[in-house]
């Protein structure tokens, strides 16, 4: 049986996730599309991140009880597409949050698009940026 | 996400709202069908091979066993006695079933992830184990069908001709009497295979050898009279009033011989087909 090589599939799932983003930046004109649009490219790479975990997960070198346990995973082509996976289904996840806390805050969504970049490109880095924006707009920090 | 389009990605789920007593067997029900999802894509990923077969299909056909399992259950569910649905017990043994069947499926998943047998795994001490534990839990999940056939068989109030009653209570019933001893034996044989295949042919879907016995036919049977004598007895109504009783009980009983045909006759280690 022929299966996606983990090459193809990561040519898959980037450009998938970067229509999730295009769409997280144009929420204020289809609030309601860009919401659904953006959750749902989430699930659908949860769905391949399980598969492919359920498929590797239990012939992988490494684990995650050290640092060099983690490098270990990812030097196997499968387990570090699962990862970068990981990466841009929660990614992704956060800034359909951040979009739509913006928007029910009233947070003008100028203020958001940076945010949304930085969430895009370094995840965490993002969630912070959005965090002390909010505070300062709503002085709000928890839901 | 809006509350319309939610309402009606929930509309065929609430079609199935509305059958009475139903509502803990519907939920697992969709859980079951909707968990075969992540293990559908890894399907599509795996090149791995266990039994001769893709490591994710047995899976795959567990997940759709148990899903068609419980959703007639769900429906025959309305026909049960209402003092039994409100009672306690009731509560406490269908959470016991339930569990029971999800435990057994994580038990295949997981053997599948892990890349090894789940059922007659006794390579060690741990497998063998979890594999005698499953063993009870499938014998407990499969007693519901018995212990509803006797709740509808004993429920004056169903409002259903007696024909089409006595057809789903016997249907129940003999799904519990005649898939334990099927299965019971599959099970200390440590094979569904009765014989040693060759060339490999199976049957499409169903994998079934077409070289060698097969006890997994008679268990399929078996299994299904939930279904097969219940239909017999839909179509018993058609008869003369006074045939229609007996007409059920020819049903079931021709139907119970077929599946002890089909059991002696992959123990002789003859394909289904």
Partial sequence: ?143 | MTAAPLAQLTMPLSLFRTWPNASALLALTVLIALAALPILAAHLLDTRIVSDEAVWLKPLKFHAALAIYLLTLAYFARWLPDTWVTSRGWSIYLGVVMTCIVLELIWIDGAAALGVRSHFNITSPLWNAIYGAMGIAAVTLTSAALVMGIGIWRNAATGLPAALQLSIALGLILTFVLTVPVAGTMANALSHHVGTPITGATLPIMGWSREVGDLRAPHFLATHALHAVPLAGLAALALPASWQTPAVWAAAAGFAALTLWAFLRAMSGLPPL
């Fill in chain 1, 1 to 143: 049986m022929s299966v996606p090589t983990p090459e193809s599939l990561f040519q898959l799932s980037s450009p998938l996730a970067l229509l999730g983003w295009l769409a997280l930046a144009l929420n204020p004109f289809a609030p309601r599309l860009v919401q659904g649009v953006a959750m749902a490219i989430p699930l659908v790479l949860s769905l391949l991140y399980s598969g492919l975990i359920l498929v590797h997960w239990a012939q992988a070198e490494g684990g995650f009880g050290s640092l060099a346990d983690v490098q270990r995973l990812f030097t196997q082509a499968p387990v570090a597409l699962a990862g970068w996976v990981h990466y841009l289904a929660f990614d992704l996840f956060v800034g359909a949050w951040i979009a739509r806390t913006a928007q029910a805050e009233g947070i003008n969504h100028l203020f958001i698009l940076p945010c949304l970049a930085l969430t895009f490109l370094f995840g965490p880095a993002g969630l912070i940026a959005f965090a002390i924006l909010r505070l300062t707009l709503s002085g709000k920090v928890l839901p």
